[in-house]
């Protein structure tokens, strides 16, 4: 059974989306210019990114 949205519900839904999005990427960008500048890692250091068994 497939839903019908209204387009302000899908709207509002791709606007979260859209912002959630943009926290993850610059809070990406932030830790990774610390780590960078601060911290002075190499990029073989960044395996913690991954998801590693």
Do not use: C, P
Request: proline share 0%.
């Amino acid at each position: 059974m497939k839903r019908n949205f209204d387009e302000r519900i899908i709207e509002t839904k791709r606007k979260i989306s859209s912002k959630a999005f943009h926290i993850m990427l610059w809070g990406v960008l932030v830790v990774t210019l610390y780590r960078q500048l601060y911290l002075k890692q190499e990029f073989s250091d960044y395996d913690d990114y991954l998801l590693s068994d």
